[in-house]
């Protein structure tokens, strides 16, 4: 595609319920980047992937978190039994190989009420 | 943070003045980027300076990077108020895979 793309833009949760965010990046891009962002903080890494694989977990919160790639193209992380302290917007980004620059989608604002 | 800080936290300047950032890094680096954010959403790529450069330009932007006190600086040249958003840099953590970012930059540029 022609950039990032990330859906929904926006979600609203009720507590406890789980939630799928999806990730589509560039064509052709091998490394993927998930990130959370909270209201006027930085970015948090979540987790990447080069092609399906996932060479660290270790900024998944918990075990409530969790992602997967496949074909080497579009990444869905999911978020079960969603608590308030998760409502953030969560950031993908992909790159045509690690080392390289990153291109972001425009993020999913997750709101858990 | 895992990789490193940013400072100052925020920088109110006029137009037309220039705007310094600085990141430190942690560790070893084969580069660092410099991102900027509009509005909390998406972020979009600056520039990347590699570990074997010391300076470049792309237009009124100029980044320096000093590998042996790990830090990098992003200097803004006759800032304008549409320069006005939050700046990051990133780099890949021991130059692996994991793209880190530092916590910030917000920038605010007075008409």
């Known amino acids: 595609g022609a950039g990032v793309s990330q859906s929904p833009s926006n979600k609203v949760t009720e507590k406890g319920k789980d939630v799928e965010l999806r990730c589509d990046p560039i064509?052709?891009?091998?490394?993927l980047y998930w990130y959370r962002q909270s209201l006027g903080q930085g970015l948090e890494f979540l987790i990447y992937?080069?092609?399906?694989?996932?060479?660290?977990k270790s900024g998944l919160p918990s075990d409530r978190f969790s992602a997967e790639r496949t074909g080497g193209s579009v990444s869905t992380l999911t978020i079960q039994r969603t608590q308030q302290e998760d409502s953030a917007v969560y950031l993908c980004?992909?790159?045509?190989?690690?080392?390289?620059?990153?291109?972001f989608g425009q993020g999913t604002r997750l709101t858990v009420v | 943070s895992q990789q490193g800080e940013e400072d100052p936290q925020a920088l109110s300047i006029q137009e037309g003045e220039n705007a310094t950032m600085n990141c430190s890094y942690k560790?070893?680096?084969?580069?660092l980027q410099w991102y900027r954010q509009n509005s909390g959403r998406g972020l979009v790529h600056l520039i990347l300076?590699?570990?074997?450069?010391r300076e470049k330009h792309s237009g009124r932007l100029r980044v320096t990077l000093d590998t042996s006190k790990k830090s990098s600086s992003l200097l803004i040249t006759a800032s304008r108020a549409a320069d006005t958003a939050s700046y990051f840099c990133?780099?890949?953590?021991?130059?692996?895979?994991?793209?880190?970012f530092g916590q910030g930059t917000e920038l605010s540029v007075k008409p």
């Open positions: 980004a992909s790159s045509s190989d690690r080392d390289t620059e990153a291109f």
């Open positions: 064509s052709g891009h091998t490394a």
């Open positions: 992937f080069q092609g399906n694989s996932a060479p660290d």
């Open positions: 560790t070893s680096i084969n580069n």
């Open positions: 300076i590699r570990s074997n450069e």
């Open positions: 990133a780099s890949f953590y021991n130059q692996g895979g994991k793209l880190i």
